[in-house]
């Protein structure tokens, strides 16, 4: 299936994986609202697309800014057909040490974010009978130490996703979770503390997470899985799908992903 004409928004799709999203959504023929804090970034990202992309100045947590990006989004584009929560903030704290400010944004983020994005835009995807895609993590299925709110945020949005099937498949929209393993280049953890950094990376080594996790996909390839499930005829629905690394970890990947989250 062609998503040639078709319009998405990507949440958090000015840097990152996000950025990935939107460059093989462009290059698949859709146009794309790109939805982030307004940024620099997000600004350029949508310049080197030209008329295909837009950036919003959005965050996700906030219900009302969500509503007015989404009937902007529709309004710039005439329609919506493809929606990918991505946005999600993973800092690493142990519960116990965690701020107030800290596990609310992370809720706030991870969870209510997808929630208010996809409340706004299920009337526009019922006109389409359009795809939900919800961007989660393999750590639902082996929660990492330091990482427990971020996962358990995941978990939720996983179990969402699974009640949604059921509300919107009448109406023809499918949801898909696309359970994404580590991806190189991350920018998620340009923000975290640097003295928690160590402490996570020798627990994660101790406890076998790190091995878990693997060696760490490129970015590409899972762009490229979304475009798989996005081009998937319309009358088959895949709920979940898990993409994780092929390959084991060793010490230059543990390296490089030390490395990329202490920037």
Not at 150 to 174: F, H, N, V, W
């Amino acid at each position: 299936m062609s998503l040639a004409g078709k319009v998405a928004i990507v949440t958090g799709g000015s840097k990152g994986m996000g950025s990935r999203f939107v460059d093989a959504l462009v290059a698949e023929g859709a146009k794309v609202a790109i939805f982030a804090r307004a940024s620099a970034e997000a600004d350029a990202l949508a310049a080197r697309h030209g008329d295909a992309a837009a950036a919003f100045d959005c965050d996700v947590a906030d219900a009302a800014a969500v509503e007015r990006s989404i009937a902007a989004a529709v309004a710039r584009f005439g329609r919506l057909d493809i929606l990918v929560n991505n946005a999600a903030l993973f800092h690493p704290f142990l519960l116990e040490e965690a701020t107030s400010a800290q596990v609310e944004r992370h809720v706030g983020v991870n969870l209510l974010g997808p929630i208010w994005c996809t409340r706004a835009a299920i009337p526009h995807l019922r006109a389409s009978r359009g795809h939900i895609v919800n961007i989660s993590s393999e750590s639902v299925r082996m929660p990492f130490p330091f990482l427990s709110v971020y996962a358990a945020t995941k978990a939720g949005l996983e179990t969402l996703s699974q009640g949604l099937r059921d509300e919107l498949r009448e109406d023809g929209i499918r949801v898909t979770v696309l359970r994404s393993g580590s991806v190189a280049g991350s920018t998620g953890g340009a923000h975290w503390d640097p003295e928690v950094v160590p402490r996570f990376f020798a627990t994660i080594q101790r406890t076998g997470h790190a091995a878990f996790t693997g060696h760490s996909v490129e970015p590409e390839t899972m762009a490229r899985t979304l475009i798989a499930v996005l081009t998937l005829p319309a009358d088959v629905s895949v709920d979940l799908i898990e993409a994780r690394a092929s390959q084991p970890a060793n010490e230059t990947s543990l390296a490089r992903a030390s490395a990329n989250r202490a920037e």
